[in-house]
Each structure stands twice: as structure tokens, then as C-alpha cells.
């Protein structure tokens, strides 16, 4: 047999390069390749495949960590973040048997050898962490009860600053070479890149969120300084409609919808209000309330996330039996969305009249006027089935 490469550990011969080696799995053969990067590039589309399909950070966190600790055959790893003032490391996933140990431990910057490469942005490949004056044992080791004996840390950096480092420990005893090399240290660099877009991809994705939920806020606010309703109207219409579409099953896109709609759908007493004080410089109340649905739909018309919600808001007046407004639709030509949202519009209304009647009266007794008209009405102003899941599900679990 024509030998062309052998593998550096066992010597294990080769006809072809590149070939895994049977023997020590990951030791390098052929001229200049070595088996591990071939480990190492599969394992890199692999999650590169995970990153596109993983919005979980905890998850894709420790899918690299895991692989990190894989390729450079080590007995533990982490990833830590720097706190929002840069003053500490904190654990955000952490592998080997001593994992769950570290998860509460905090370092500080000034100290250890993750707080150097935090605070330098610079990686280490300490091979005897006993001769690192840097190193303290008193930071992680004394409370996991891990004892490190070498360690690669790396930077993760985002926009030249570091956002957190990674770290494996301990080269496996019985790993080829027996110590960390240069090859360990890229692998690590490269996963800490990966790790550092999924953190700040989250992070972004997490403040958008926020973002939107914050202005949903503001919104309902500004609905209720106009609005002739009871304050919290918006969130108590948007709480009970979502209630109802999970009992009816609806999930995803369209229940979504149903939360953005239910609580912006009194968003055109603020535009209706606008456009007849431009118009007229006079309000008639009676054309406000009219008009509002339509132009609620109008103004959210060309918000593309809340574009779906408009068809909702626009009909949250409609009437099962066909006499409502705009449109005076009837029954399923109404849609299922806005049957909810109208339904739950009707007996807040109930709530808001028993209360005005008297200041005094109780939830439970807000709650029996409110289910009394909703029986009165099953089938005439409203959906049966809208109904049903009320009176069935969601009104008692309220009281
Ligand atoms: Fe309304
Ligand atoms: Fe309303």
C-alpha cells in the first residue's frame, strides 16, 4: 500500500490525506492538514445551520460552548458577559461537571485571568495557570470545587470592545499532545465570534421588543386621556379578548393580531377628535363615535407591523346580527378577530354603565350583570361561539 500520510500521534498510516484517524480520532495527518480542523470546519457549518434556525440564546450558547469544549478536548468551558458597567463577569452558560457550581459566581474585572482578557480585549493561552500570577483560584475553583490546571480565554468582541469572554479549561489528560496549542486558541477565537453575533443579535432583538412594547404603552395611555371609557379599558379589552381567542384555539400571526387590534382599538377617538376640530373646529361626539373604528384603521394603516390589526379595528363595532357600524356587517362577514374584540367592547360597556350607576357595586357583581347580558345576547349581537368561550372559560377564571 502507498503510504501518502500517517497520523502524527499513533503513526497510524494512510493511503489517502485528509482521512480520520481510526486510532486517536483527532490526532493531525497528511502534509499540513490536520483531522481536527476537519472536525472543527463541520462542526462550524453546523452551527452556523443552529445560528439561522436557534432564536433560543441559552441554547445556541451552549451548543458552542459545548463545541468549543469538544474541539480543543477539554474538561470544562464557559461563556461569560461583562455587566452593563463593565465592572463584572457573569456566567451565562457553562459546561464540564462542576457547570452548575459557577452559574451564580460573579468576577470582577481587576481579577482572575477573565477579567485580564475581558479588560484587554486580548486572548491567553496560559499552559500551567500555577505560574500565572494572574490566575486565583479563589475566584471560581475554590467554589466549584474545579481545579484548573490550563486554560485558553478569549475575548468576545463586538464593534472593538469586549462584551464578555469564552473560556476551556483543562486539556484533557488523554488528549494527543496533552496541552493547549495555537490550532485550540483559533478554534476558540472563531466560536467566540460566532457567540458574540448571537449576543448581540439577542440583545437587539430583546431592546426592538422592548421598544414596541414600551410605544403599545404610550399608545393606550394617550387612548385613555381622550376616550369616554374607564381607565384601563384598552388593557382590560385586550386581556379578555386574548383570553378568548386562546380558548378558540387561535394561535400565531392571527392571535397576535388580535393582542395588537384589542388594544389599539379605540386608537381613532384620538384621530377622529383631530380631523373634526380641522374640519369644523367644533366636536360632535355622536360623529366621533362613529368614525373612530374607520379611522383607527386608517392610522395603523401603514405601521406594517399593526397593518393586519386595521380590518379588526375597523370592525370592533360590527354586530353579530348586522347592526352595528361602520358597515352594519353581519355574522361570519365579520371577522373572527374583530367578533371577539366587539363582544368584549359590549359588556365592558356593562361594566363601565353598573359602575356609573353605582360607584359602589362589586367585581363579582359587575361580573354577573356582565355575563347576564352576554346570555341575553348570545346569537343576536354576538358570535355563539365568542360567547360560549366567555361565559364557559374566561369569566370565571376572572372572578
Ligand atoms: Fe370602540
Ligand atoms: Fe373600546
Known amino acids: 500500500m502507498a503510504i501518502l500520510a500517517k497520523c502524527s500521534a499513533c503513526e497510524e498510516p494512510f493511503e489517502r490525506l485528509f482521512k480520520f484517524c481510526p486510532n486517536c480520532g483527532l490526532s493531525v495527518v497528511g502534509a499540513g492538514f490536520t483531522d481536527k480542523a476537519g472536525v472543527a470546519v463541520r462542526d462550524l457549518f453546523d452551527i452556523a445551520k443552529t445560528f439561522s434556525a436557534v432564536l433560543d440564546l441559552e441554547v445556541l450558547l451552549q451548543k458552542i460552548s459545548a463545541t468549543a469544549e469538544k474541539l480543543t478536548q477539554s474538561e470544562a468551558s464557559s461563556v461569560m458577559l461583562l455587566d ?10 457553562a459546561g464540564g461537571d462542576k457547570a452548575h457550581a459557577v452559574q451564580t459566581i460573579k468576577i470582577p474585572v481587576q481579577h482572575g485571568i477573565a477579567g485580564w482578557v475581558a479588560k484587554n480585549a486580548q486572548p491567553l493561552l496560559i499552559e500551567d495557570v500555577a505560574k500565572d500570577p494572574r490566575f486565583s483560584a ?28 469564552m473560556e476551556v479549561l483543562n486539556k484533557r489528560r488523554n488528549a494527543p499532545g496533552g496541552k493547549f496549542m495555537q490550532d485550540d486558541l483559533d478554534i476558540l477565537q472563531s466560536l467566540a465570534g460566532f457567540a458574540a453575533v448571537s449576543i448581540v443579535n439577542s440583545r437587539l432583538t430583546q431592546d426592538q421588543k422592548n421598544f414596541f412594547a414600551n410605544t403599545m404603552e404610550i399608545l393606550g395611555a394617550a387612548i385613555e386621556t381622550i376616550s369616554k371609557n374607564s381607565p384601563g379599558h384598552g388593557w382590560r379589552v385586550a386581556q379578555t379578548s386574548c383570553t378568548i381567542a386562546r380558548r378558540l384555539k387561535i394561535t400565531g400571526l392571527q392571535y397576535k393580531t388580535i393582542y395588537y387590534a384589542s388594544l389599539l382599538h379605540d386608537i381613532g377617538y384620538i384621530g377622529a377628535h383631530k380631523q373634526m376640530i380641522q374640519k369644523s373646529g367644533a366636536i360632535s361626539m355622536e360623529k366621533v363615535e362613529l368614525t373612530h ?27 353579530w346580527n348586522g347592526s352595528g357600524f361602520p358597515q352594519g356587517l353581519k355574522q361570519e362577514s365579520i371577522p373572527l378577530g374583530a367578533r371577539i374584540i366587539s363582544f368584549v367592547e359590549q359588556i365592558e360597556n356593562v361594566r363601565d354603565k353598573a359602575k356609573q350607576a353605582n360607584p359602589k357595586i362589586t367585581e363579582p357583581e359587575i361580573r354577573a350583570k356582565m355575563e347576564q347580558y352576554a346570555s341575553e345576547n348570545i346569537d343576536i349581537l354576538f358570535d355563539p361561539q365568542v360567547v360560549a368561550a366567555y361565559l364557559v372559560e374566561v369569566s370565571p377564571s376572572l372572578t
Do not use: W
Not at 84 to 93: A, G, S, V
Not at 138 to 148: C, E, Q, R, V
Not at 294 to 313: C, N, Q
Open 293 to 319: 373604528p374607520s379611522v383607527g384603521a386608517d392610522m395603523v394603516s401603514t405601521i406594517r407591523l399593526l397593518s393586519a390589526a386595521g380590518p379588526l379595528i375597523e370592525a370592533h363595532h360590527e354586530l
Open 84 to 93: 452593563t458597567n463593565k465592572e463584572y463577569l457573569y456566567f451565562k452558560t
Open 138 to 165: 479563589a475566584l471560581a475553583d475554590d467554589k466549584s470545587g474545579f481545579k484548573t490546571r490550563s486554560i485558553i480565554c478569549v475575548p468576545m468582541i463586538f464593534q472593538d470592545e469586549a462584551i464578555g469572554v
